[in-house]
C-alpha cells in the first residue's frame, strides 16, 4: 500500500528507486534530508519539508523565477486574501471535481497529483477533502509557501520538480489535476506525455492549457512583448501591473454594465465569465500572471484531445469553458 511521500517519488533523471536520508520529522513530513537514486546516484536534498527535485531546467529559468516572484507576493498577501484568480476554495472545489469528472468519495480513494501547483491551493483542498494522499509539485522558487499553506495536513506534500522530468513513479496517481501549466513549458505535449505516463490504469488526467481563441490580457501581453516591457525586472513589472490594473477594473466594470442591458445579456458560460465582479487584487496577479513568463503558447482544443489520444487515454471529454480544457481516463 502506496502510503508515503516516498512510496511515490522516483528519480527524475534515470526512474531509479530512491533510499532516504531523513535527518528531521514533522508528523509525515519529512522536514531535512536527503534521497539518493540507488540507479545513477543523484542526490536530491530535502529542506524545509520540500524534496528539490527539479531536474532539465535548461531555459526554464524565467518561468522559475517569475512564478517564484509571484506566489512569493501571493503568500506575502500583495494579492489576492482569500481567493485564488478570484476563486473562493468552495468554487475551486466544485471546478475541480466536475472538471475530473469525479466525486468527493473517489478523491477519498484517490492518491491525488497537482502539477504546477503553484501556491499549493489545489494540494491543500484536496487533502482536506480526504485525499489517501496529494503532491502538489512547481518548480518555482517559492514552493515553501505552498509548503506553508499545506503544512498542517499529513496528507498533503510539496515537491519542488520539473513536469518535463517528474519525480514520480509510473502510474502512481489517481487523479492527476494540471491547470494553466502546460503553455509555460517550452514543449506542452511533451509534458502531456510526461504526466499521462503517472495515472494508474482508469485513472483520470485533466489539463487546462490557453486557448487560440481571442483574450485581451494575452492580447496586450503580445503589444508589451514587441516593446519589451514584460522583460522588467520583477518588481518593476509588478508596479506596472498594479497601475494598469486601475483602468482595467474601470473597462471591465462598464464592460459589465453594457452587458447587463437585455439584447447584450450575458448569457454563455464564457460571457458569465468574463462579466462576474472582479477585485482590483485579482486583476493585478492575472496581470502579472499574464505579463510575466516567458512561454505563454495557445492551443486549440483538437491539439490537446489529441495529446491524449496518442497517449491511449478514453472516455476523453473535452469542457465547455474554460476552454481549452480536457480530462481522460486512462485504459484499464
Ligand atoms: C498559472 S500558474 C497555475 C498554478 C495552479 N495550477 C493554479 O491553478 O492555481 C502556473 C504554474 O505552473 C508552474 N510551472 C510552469 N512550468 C512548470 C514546469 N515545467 N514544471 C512544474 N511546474 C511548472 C509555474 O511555476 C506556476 O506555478
Same mark, same amino acid.
Given at each position: 500500500?502506496?502510503?508515503?511521500?516516498?512510496?511515490?517519488? +522516483?528519480?527524475?533523471?534515470? !526512474?531509479?528507486? =530512491?533510499?532516504?536520508? #531523513?535527518?528531521?520529522?514533522?508528523? @509525515?513530513?519529512?522536514?531535512?534530508?536527503?534521497?539518493?537514486?540507488?540507479?545513477?546516484?543523484?542526490?536530491?536534498?530535502?529542506?524545509?519539508?520540500?524534496?528539490?527535485?527539479?531536474?532539465?531546467?535548461?531555459?526554464?529559468?524565467?518561468?522559475?523565477?517569475?512564478f517564484?516572484?509571484?506566489w512569493?507576493?501571493?503568500?506575502?498577501?500583495?494579492?489576492?486574501?482569500?481567493t485564488?484568480?478570484?476563486?473562493?476554495?468552495?468554487?475551486?472545489?466544485?471546478?475541480?471535481?466536475?472538471r475530473?469528472?469525479?466525486?468527493?468519495?473517489?478523491?477519498?480513494?484517490?492518491?491525488?497529483?497537482?502539477?504546477?501547483?503553484?501556491?499549493?491551493?489545489?494540494?491543500?483542498?484536496?487533502?482536506?477533502?480526504?485525499?489517501k494522499?496529494?503532491?502538489?509539485?512547481?518548480?518555482?522558487?517559492?514552493?515553501?509557501?505552498?509548503?506553508?499553506?499545506?503544512?498542517?495536513?499529513?496528507? +498533503?506534500?510539496?515537491?519542488? !520538480?520539473?513536469? =518535463?522530468?517528474?519525480? #514520480?513513479?509510473?502510474?502512481?496517481? @489517481?487523479?492527476?489535476?494540471?491547470?494553466?501549466?502546460?503553455?509555460?513549458?517550452?514543449?506542452?505535449?511533451?509534458?502531456?506525455?510526461?504526466?499521462?505516463?503517472?495515472?494508474?490504469?482508469?485513472g483520470?488526467?485533466?489539463?487546462?492549457?490557453y486557448?487560440?481563441?481571442?483574450?485581451?490580457f494575452?492580447?496586450?501581453?503580445?503589444?508589451?512583448d514587441?516593446?519589451?516591457?514584460?522583460?522588467?525586472?520583477?518588481?518593476?513589472?509588478?508596479?506596472?501591473?498594479?497601475?494598469?490594473?486601475?483602468?482595467?477594473l474601470?473597462?471591465?466594470?462598464?464592460?459589465?454594465?453594457?452587458?447587463?442591458?437585455?439584447?447584450?445579456?450575458?448569457?454563455?458560460?464564457?460571457?458569465?465569465?468574463?462579466?462576474?465582479?472582479?477585485?482590483?487584487r485579482?486583476?493585478?496577479?492575472?496581470?502579472?500572471?499574464?505579463?510575466?513568463?516567458?512561454?505563454?503558447?495557445?492551443?486549440?482544443? +483538437?491539439?490537446?484531445?489529441?495529446?491524449?489520444?496518442?497517449?491511449?487515454?478514453?472516455?476523453i471529454?473535452?469542457?465547455?469553458?474554460?476552454?481549452?480544457?480536457?480530462?481522460?481516463?486512462?485504459?484499464?
Amino acid at each position: 500500500v502506496l502510503s508515503t511521500l516516498l512510496d511515490y517519488l +522516483a528519480c527524475p533523471t534515470c !526512474g531509479g528507486d =530512491l533510499s532516504d536520508d #531523513f535527518r528531521e520529522r514533522d508528523g @509525515d513530513h519529512v522536514m531535512t534530508g536527503a534521497l539518493t537514486c540507488q540507479g545513477c546516484e543523484a542526490r536530491y536534498e530535502i529542506a524545509g519539508g520540500v524534496p528539490r527535485m527539479n531536474r532539465r531546467m535548461e531555459g526554464l529559468e524565467n518561468i522559475s523565477r517569475t512564478f517564484g516572484f509571484e506566489w512569493k507576493a501571493h503568500h506575502d498577501g500583495k494579492f489576492e486574501q482569500e481567493t485564488v484568480y478570484g476563486h473562493t476554495p468552495e468554487t475551486d472545489w466544485r471546478n475541480f471535481l466536475d472538471r475530473l469528472g469525479t466525486t468527493d468519495e473517489e478523491v477519498r480513494q484517490s492518491a491525488v497529483l497537482d502539477a504546477g501547483c503553484g501556491s499549493g491551493n489545489f494540494t491543500r483542498l484536496a487533502a482536506e477533502h480526504g485525499a489517501k494522499i496529494a503532491i502538489g509539485i512547481d518548480i518555482h522558487d517559492e514552493v515553501d509557501g505552498a509548503f506553508a499553506h499545506c503544512r498542517e495536513l499529513d496528507n +498533503a506534500h510539496i515537491v519542488q !520538480g520539473n513536469v =518535463l522530468a517528474p519525480p #514520480f513513479k509510473p502510474a502512481a496517481f @489517481d487523479l492527476a489535476w494540471c491547470s494553466g501549466v502546460l503553455h509555460h513549458t517550452p514543449d506542452p505535449a511533451a509534458g502531456h506525455r510526461s504526466l499521462s505516463r503517472l495515472v494508474a490504469p482508469a485513472g483520470t488526467l485533466y489539463v487546462y492549457v490557453y486557448s487560440k481563441r481571442f483574450n485581451p490580457f494575452r492580447f496586450v501581453k503580445t503589444l508589451l512583448d514587441g516593446v519589451r516591457i514584460t522583460r522588467l525586472p520583477q518588481p518593476l513589472l509588478l508596479a506596472f501591473c498594479k497601475l494598469i490594473s486601475i483602468p482595467s477594473l474601470g473597462l471591465l466594470q462598464a464592460y459589465r454594465l453594457v452587458r447587463k442591458l437585455p439584447p447584450l445579456r450575458a448569457q454563455s458560460p464564457r460571457a458569465l465569465r468574463t462579466v462576474r465582479a472582479r477585485g482590483l487584487r485579482e486583476i493585478q496577479l492575472t496581470w502579472f500572471d499574464a505579463l510575466s513568463p516567458e512561454f505563454n503558447s495557445r492551443h486549440t482544443e +483538437a491539439e490537446v484531445v489529441g495529446w491524449f489520444r496518442q497517449a491511449g487515454f478514453e472516455r476523453i471529454t473535452p469542457n465547455e469553458e474554460p476552454k481549452v480544457s480536457v480530462r481522460g481516463m486512462a485504459s484499464p
